[in-house]
């Protein structure tokens, strides 16, 4: 089973000898490696390179430890680089393995050396072009691109997008949708057949690489259960609104535990900085800014999300929002949670602010769609209550209502598109209909 990956071939095959190093992120187990060793390496190999141009390192693997020091790193694959006249290919993959040591050359303690002292070395030399890939963001999107002080390309990988995963789907297409919004869009699954396969591979996935890697980076010791627990309450409030402050006293009713806020906030940067879930801020549309607090969390799969709730909390509603925005986030917008505010009287002749939810405001460049997420439309009073907040926008703007039904897309008279979830996630152009 191959899956093409063509939205991050792409991207390689255009960024191919631009004399920049190629940092390929995401979560562990999405696919970056297949990607570089293995799709990318074929589209080399039949242009022409031959395979003693290209040099394969994969850090995550035992019999690669030692090179996960620097200094043996950067010997190993200048070693390779024989041939003046040749173009190298060097890709080195979980680039994060790499430790940091102290200088052997010089008598300073407080010296070091580290991964990007490698990669700027390789940049260097004429006839390199240096791949990386890794799965902690703070690391490699903030600190390599800072010191490549615009020298590096950030390309991010995603689990199978729908239309990704229902090319390789082999089961009954209409079934595919209940498929992914329960398993997610980790390559391996679609390998596996039965439930009790795909489950305990996507809980191992959590417990033995996502949790343990937080743990290590950040040597955490004593919380692992707390993180643990954190995993869960963001996974069963996908969709709904909340805060570290919230999440503390989640902790206290809940848990009996004392937490503080600013260790949960800590927590969910680690998550965030793995690429397990992500963070959407509130903007307020009429008002033209953004709301520091509450922030909606998604996760990057939502495979990962059912399964570590042991797949018991299976709401529709919220699975396909979590998709949507993965999906949005995947093709390159921003995203935001949108809010719509509206003055409204009381029966009593009071006087007060009523805030309406738009599930997705999405911005690139000078595009801006406004997006519900909406599982059912079953009638027009249904229907008037998903569309309250777009009608209230005070702009011309692409408005979208997504539903769950496999439905031929239309507008009503306030302009508003209406197209089915399916539809929606396999033609990346409908968002523009």
Same mark, same amino acid.
């Given at each position: ?98 430790? &940091?040591?102290?200088?052997? /050359? $010089?008598? =300073? ?7 990007? %002292? @490698? ?76 439930? &009790?396969?795909?489950?305990? /591979? $996507?809980? =191992? ?7 343990? %890697? @937080? ?81 909606? /969390? ?136």
């Amino acid at each position: 089973m191959e899956f093409a990956r063509t939205q991050y071939m792409e991207k390689l095959i255009n960024k191919k000898d631009n004399g920049r190093v190629k940092i390929i992120t995401g979560i562990r187990r999405c696919g970056k490696s297949y990607l570089l060793f293995e799709l990318y390496t074929k589209y080399l190999l039949d242009n022409g390179i031959s395979a003693d141009q290209i040099i394969h390192l994969a850090l995550d693997e035992f019999s690669n430890a030692k090179y996960r020091n620097p200094v043996e790193l950067d010997k190993y694959v200048r070693e390779k680089i024989v041939d003046k006249t040749k173009q190298y290919y060097v890709m080195i993959d979980e680039i994060q393995f790499v430790t &940091e040591i102290r200088n052997p /050359y $010089l008598d =300073d303690k407080n010296t070091k050396l580290g991964f990007i %002292d @490698v990669i700027i070395g390789l940049m260097k030399i004429k006839n390199v072009d240096v791949y990386v890939t890794g799965s902690n963001s703070k690391m490699l999107s903030t600190d390599i691109l800072t010191q490549f002080r615009d020298r590096g390309d950030d390309i991010r990988v995603y689990p199978l997008s729908f239309a990704e995963f229902i090319e390789a789907y082999e089961g009954n297409e209409r079934n595919a949708w209940l498929d992914y919004y329960t398993y997610g869009g980790m390559p391996y699954v679609l390998k596996l057949q039965s439930h &009790e396969e795909k489950s305990q /591979y $996507l809980r =191992d996935l959590f417990q033995r690489t996502y949790l343990k %890697d @937080v743990l290590e980076r950040h040597n955490i010791q004593n919380d692992a259960m707390i993180l643990d627990d954190l995993l869960d309450i963001v996974a069963s409030s996908i969709g709904s609104l909340t805060n570290p402050t919230k999440l503390s006293n989640t902790f206290l009713s809940e848990k009996k535990i004392r937490i503080n806020s600013t260790t949960i906030d800590n927590y969910l940067g680690f998550f965030a900085e793995a690429f397990l879930i992500s963070k959407a801020k509130r903007y307020n549309v009429k008002g033209r800014k953004y709301m520091q607090s509450p922030v909606k /969390y998604y996760y990057t799969d939502v495979g990962l999300r059912n399964a570590k709730l042991g797949f018991r909390q299976q709401e529709e509603t919220h699975i396909m929002e979590n998709v949507l925005y993965c999906d949005l986030i995947r093709r390159g917008y921003d995203v935001d949670v949108g809010v719509v505010e509206q003055n409204i009287k009381t029966d009593e002749g009071k006087k007060i602010r009523k805030q309406l939810e738009v599930d997705f405001v999405v911005n690139r460049g000078e595009q801006r769609y406004y997006i519900q997420s909406a599982l059912l439309i079953v009638n027009p009073e249904k229907r008037e209550q998903e569309i309250a907040s777009l009608i209230r926008i005070p702009d011309s703007f692409g408005k979208i209502v997504v539903v769950r039904d496999y439905i031929k897309p239309w507008k009503d008279n306030n302009g508003i598109l209406y197209i089915g979830v399916e539809q929606f996630l396999l033609d990346e152009n409908a968002i523009m209909l």
